[in-house]
Nanobody, 117 residues
Framework: QVRLVESGGGLVQAGGSLRLSCAAS????????MGWYRQAPGKQRELVAA?????????ADSVKDRFTISLSRDNAENTVYLQMNSLKPEDTAVYYC?????????WGKGTLVTVSS
């Protein structure tokens, strides 16, 4: 089992930046991948960015060149970050951290990001 705790959400003006953090209860080296998803009101949850244990990253087209997913560089190796720059009102959503193993998925409770115009 994997417990995930997100932090870093909040209210920001359009064009601003936020960094989200997701602390996992086990080392990233024991997982297949971690990622960030988001869900806006009335919409389905969608992938924002993901990173595999091998370091391969994947981004939604809508956030490419604005968002960056990265891993902590300390010995714990259990925190994933999402640096969000040039934020737009359409980025407003609840952002969820995801951890994937071969046969299961785990989710955090989410953190709200609100971008005002």
């Amino acid at each position: 089992q994997v417990r995930l705790v997100e932090s870093g959400g909040g209210l920001v003006q359009a064009g601003g930046s936020l960094r989200l953090s997701c602390a996992a209860s086990r080392s990233f080296l024991t997982l297949t991948a971690m990622g960030w998803y988001r869900q806006a009101p009335g919409k389905q949850r969608e992938l924002v960015a993901a990173i595999t244990r091998g370091g391969t990253t994947n981004y939604a087209d809508s956030v490419k060149d604005r968002f960056t997913i990265s891993l902590s560089r300390d010995n714990a190796e259990n925190t994933v970050y999402l640096q969000m720059n040039s934020l737009k009102p359409e980025d407003t959503a609840v952002y969820y951290c995801n951890a994937r193993l071969i046969d299961s998925n785990y989710w955090g409770k989410g953190t709200l990001v609100t971008v005002s115009s």
